[in-house]
């Protein structure tokens, strides 16, 4: 009964390395692979920012997001400052001389009281 178990558990674990070894050596072909999807993030980075406004009130901010977006702006919410109100951007810049610019246009079409806020994210 014994040499019956041990001559099982070798048999048990040259099969399992047999296993192992076409595991290893398998390869698919796949005849019509779907074409690669690339997708495109923008993403909003910078430590540029520009302040539309900060609210007590989240719910308030949420309808400023909201406005600025039906009005062509890419705004978000960037959390509350140190006072607990809540910020909402229209958008943030890599670079000083390009939030500027697009702060300069800011102020004169939309938002006289629009600042910008330097800080990493």
Do not use: C
Request: no cysteine; net charge positive; charged share 25%.
């Amino acid at each position: 009964s014994q040499n019956v178990e041990e001559h099982n558990l070798v048999e048990q674990q040259k099969a399992s390395k047999q296993v192992e070894q076409q595991i290893q050596k398998a390869t698919f072909i796949i005849q019509n692979p779907l074409p690669e999807i690339v997708f495109k993030v923008k993403t909003e980075v910078g430590n540029y920012h520009i302040v539309a406004g900060a609210f007590r009130e989240k719910e308030n901010a949420h309808k400023k997001v909201t406005q600025l977006r039906e009005e062509g702006f890419s705004p978000r919410e960037i959390g509350a400052n140190k006072y607990g109100l809540h910020q909402v951007v229209y958008g943030s810049f890599e670079t000083r001389r390009e939030a500027i610019n697009k702060l300069h246009e800011i102020k004169r079409t939309h938002n006289t009281g629009a600042w910008l806020l330097v800080k990493e994210l």
